[in-house]
């Protein structure tokens, strides 16, 4: 008998495949990758320069409201808090592996270097990261810069008139709070501290404290600096514990429990003014700030205070085995004191969102104006949403169409008198068969006129308030420009502060009306001439801009089946929305006198029938999709279906399930009605105490 056929093998340790639990075959790897993980953290050391000028700090923060007196409420809490160095944060000398990094955006490699990046598990291992700061997370310019640092040089030279700061400045200390697990909170309050660029870097004395930027972000993702200058505008004496205080303007909307008038006081201490140089000691921070009413009194407070450890692996791990889920209460604790300041006890009523201020002029129009004297502009932009890139597709290409198909440069400009020479589709009153009598002709003529009767150029410019989005100028092409040399130039600049300006002429029935709730009296974008704007959106398709007596208008265009529906879609649409807007004019508002005497919600030449349904025809926005791209009519079609159901559902996730009270005339919905009472000039005001403390307390 063979001696193998006997043969019997047996494991060297009896393991049945059945006792195999899967936690056998997960840990072995989890704790291979952890020892990695502990190896790469251990071989990693900051130097003391770079871990003494870095900071961690547990702060402790209290916020308390005085005014409404009934309102009185206060709470504290802790949160984690990073002190960096810009300079060696952005150079990497202060990260840890899989503690601590700068997370600078990094190119996007080739397929195949990501494909071999992927099976690779040292890289797997490196995108564990604890604790992290992202430039991302503030400012945003339109040089895609990745330093925290030098966005916040451009920021000082474009928004403060600050010439040649990198001359003047030399260490930045920034106190904010990090991204955690990859999760980026809400930041309410970053600090820069700002010190002098010193004349010898080996001087051993700290270099002084030259400005301090505040840089306050809300809910809704948008930031506005404020700049403090030491010695400039400072108050003479501080109080006690701080060595600077300044009082500013606000213009900034962060609460929605108060409107946007009032001021700051500002009270602080530099945090370096008793450190050594490239000594490893503990910091304190002192930090605090009093809300006062436009009267002076004092309406709300909050303080920071807290120590600072040397930033270091050991420091590190502390903070997070102590604060393991900090990072992640910040906007939780927000949602939850804003609940109960509006349905518990203080009762306080809401300001719905303003746009942040872009213009001088119109920072004290809208219903939620700012303090007088306050800083204009914003360091951070709502994102536009799909919805809005959309309408603004649809408008610039209108707006190219009419460049490309309706030659401008031969246009005569219009006069002030109103024109009737409209055709029912595109306008929003069929004034067609409407005569102007002779006599009131020749009075418009013997009338002085702004305008220049020979034929100009028109050019249109788009022009965001976030300086990250691009500024569109559309402007004749050259050979029109070229063969109208001896034309007037003239120029339409449209500013907005969001890409909502493009939804607006969308969903409103005409662009005039929509002019007259989002810039004259919602202040969310401003036009630089109205007779430009109706020129070149109202009248570029209806009115055919020939010279007076130069022939008949062309016929209308009749549209297909398929169009007309799509028509009939969008103006129901339209209509609808419009109607739902003034249902919310009450019976009273109906019998004021202003209004009852008018046979129109607006004065001429926007034409709003008072008594009756209200009907509207096509927007002359409409009509290169009507006419020519059916894919272009259904796009506008589905933005109004989007933007109107989107509203609904707020209205009614506000108003009746929710049930949220809004500060009386403040209400998003209410915008049309503030349009109609603004051009009939009727106040259109809030109680006293509101425009007193700048803040509502619900009378129940």
């Known amino acids: 008998m063979d001696p193998s056929d006997t043969l019997v093998t047996r494991p060297l340790i009896p393991i049945q495949a059945s006792s195999i639990h899967p936690i056998d075959l997960i840990l072995p790897p989890l704790l291979i990758g952890l020892s990695l993980m502990i190896f790469d953290i251990q071989s990693k050391k900051l130097t003391r320069k770079a871990s003494s000028n870095s900071h961690l700090f547990i702060n402790q923060t209290l916020h308390a409201r005085f005014l409404p007196s009934s309102s009185a409420h206060q709470f504290k809490y802790s949160l984690i808090q990073f002190g960096l160095d810009l300079d060696h944060l952005e150079s990497a000398q202060l990260d840890i592996p899989h503690l601590f990094r700068f997370a600078k955006p990094a190119n996007s490699p080739p397929l195949a270097t990501r494909l071999r990046q992927f099976f690779d598990l040292s890289n797997w291992l490196k995108c564990i990261q604890i604790f992290s700061i992202s430039p991302s997370s503030y400012f945003k310019n339109t040089n895609q810069t990745h330093s925290i640092k030098q966005s916040l040089f451009n920021q000082l030279e474009a928004t403060f008139g600050i010439d040649d700061p990198h001359e003047k400045i030399g260490k930045v200390y920034l106190l904010s709070m990090p991204t955690y697990l990859g999760f980026t909170s809400i930041n309410p309050l970053s600090i820069y501290f700002c010190y002098q660029k010193p004349t010898d870097p080996s001087d051993p004395i700290h270099p002084p404290l030259k400005y301090v930027v505040l840089d306050v972000q809300n809910t809704f993702s948008e930031r506005h600096s404020y700049l403090l200058q030491v010695g400039i505008n400072e108050l003479p004496n501080t109080q006690s514990g701080f060595q600077h205080e300044w009082i500013i303007p606000r213009a900034f909307h962060v609460s929605p429990f108060n409107d946007r008038s009032g001021s700051y006081k500002i009270s602080l201490s530099d945090p370096f003014s008793n450190a050594k140089p490239d000594v490893q000691s503990d ?67 809401v300001y719905p969102r303003p746009e942040p201020v872009f213009d001088q002029e119109h920072a004290f129009k809208g219903p939620n104006p700012i303090q007088q004297g306050g800083h204009i502009g914003a360091t951070g932009w709502q994102e536009p949403d799909w919805c809005s890139r959309w309408a603004q597709q649809i408008v610039v290409d209108y707006l190219t169409r009419r460049r490309e198909d309706q030659p401008v440069g031969s246009h005569p400009c219009p006069k002030n008198s109103p024109d ?60 029109n420009e070229g063969s109208e040399s001896g034309m007037v130039h003239e120029t339409l600049t449209i500013q907005y502060g969001s890409a909502g300006f493009f939804t607006d002429l969308l969903v409103f029935p005409t662009p005039s009306i929509a002019q007259l709730v989002g810039d ?154 503030r349009a109609i009472f603004r051009a009939n000039r009727i106040p259109f005001n809030v109680p006293d105490l509101d425009r007193r403390i700048g803040s509502l307390r619900h009378p129940s």
């Not at 304190?284 to 002076?296: A, H, P, R, V």
């Not at 205070?305 to 604790?333: A, E, Q």
């Not at 409209?422 to 009153?429: E, I, K, N, P, Q």
Request: aromatic residues 12%.
């Open 520 to 673: 004259e009296t919602e202040a969310a974008w401003k036009v630089s001439s109205m007779a430009l704007f109706d020129r070149v959106f109202e009248n570029s398709f209806v009115r055919q801009y020939q010279p007076l007596g130069s022939g008949p208008s062309p016929p209308p265009v009749r549209l297909s089946k398929t169009r007309a529906f799509v028509a009939g879609l969008i103006n129901g649409l339209r209509r609808f929305y419009f109607r739902w807007l003034l249902s919310f004019i009450t019976p009273e508002d109906r019998n004021l006198a202003q209004i009852r005497r008018r046979s129109s919600w607006f004065p001429p030449p926007n034409f709003v029938a008072i008594d009756g349904p209200f009907e509207c025809d096509s927007s002359p926005i409409d009509r290169p999709g009507l006419l020519a791209d059916l894919s272009l009519a259904l796009r506008i079609l589905i933005l109004l279906i989007n933007t109107i159901s989107a509203e609904l559902f707020s209205f009614f996730l506000f108003s009746h399930l929710f049930r949220f009270r809004f500060v009386d005339s403040k209400q998003p919905w209410l915008r049309l009605k």
């Open 283 to 349: 910091i304190s921070l002192k930090f605090k700030i009093i809300f006062l009413t436009e009267s002076g009194e004092k309406k709300f407070f909050a303080t920071l205070n807290g120590t600072g450890k040397p930033l270091t692996t050991s420091n590190l791990i502390r903070i997070w085995s102590r604060y393991p889920i900090v990072l992640f209460l910040t906007s939780l604790r927000i949602l939850y004191e804003s609940f109960k300041l509006h349905m518990g006890k203080p009762r306080l009523d």
């Open 420 to 479: 009737t020479e409209l055709t029912s589709l595109g306008s929003f009153v069929n004034l067609a068969d409407e005569k102007v009598p002779a006599s009131e002709e020749e009075e418009g003529e013997q009338q002085p006129s702004g305008r220049s009767e020979r034929p100009s150029i028109v050019t249109v410019i788009l022009q965001p308030a976030d300086q990250t989005q691009a500024t569109i100028e559309i402007a004749p092409s050259p050979d």
